[in-house]
């Protein structure tokens, strides 16, 4: 995954760039969200310093990750933990 690979570069602003275009291309095609993107949406917005929308980007991810169709998936899992972790905590 590009956008990934892009925030462990360090590449915040690409990041960001890359993973807004794919988000956008999933609503246009009537497609979910990804998990994984939008758990690297909310690291990178922390690693910029806007740590409020780095919140509120995490917000929506926690119960994405409980249905069913995600709830065993282990990289989703792995990415929100990752992301809970660096920006703030789990909310139960």
């Given at each position: 995954?590009?956008?990934?690979?892009?925030?462990r570069?360090g590449?915040?602003k690409?990041?960001?760039?890359?993973?807004?275009?794919?988000?956008?291309?999933?609503?246009?095609?009537?497609?979910d969200?990804?998990?994984?993107?939008?758990?690297?949406?909310?690291?990178?917005?922390?690693?910029?310093?806007?740590?409020?929308?780095?919140?509120a980007?995490?917000?929506?991810l926690?119960?994405?990750?409980?249905?069913?169709?995600?709830?065993?998936?282990?990289?989703?899992q792995?990415?929100?933990?990752?992301?809970e972790?660096?920006?703030?905590?789990?909310?139960?």
């Open positions: 995954m590009l956008g990934a690979a892009q925030h570069l590449s915040c690409e990041t960001l760039k890359t993973l807004t275009g794919a988000e956008r291309i999933l609503s246009q095609t009537g497609d969200p990804d998990p994984k993107n939008m758990a690297f949406t909310a690291m990178t917005l922390h690693k910029l310093g806007r740590f409020e929308e780095a919140r980007a995490l917000e929506p926690r119960p994405l990750c409980k249905e069913e169709r995600f709830a065993e998936d282990e990289e989703a792995a990415v929100l933990a990752e992301a972790e660096l920006i703030g905590g789990k909310n139960e």
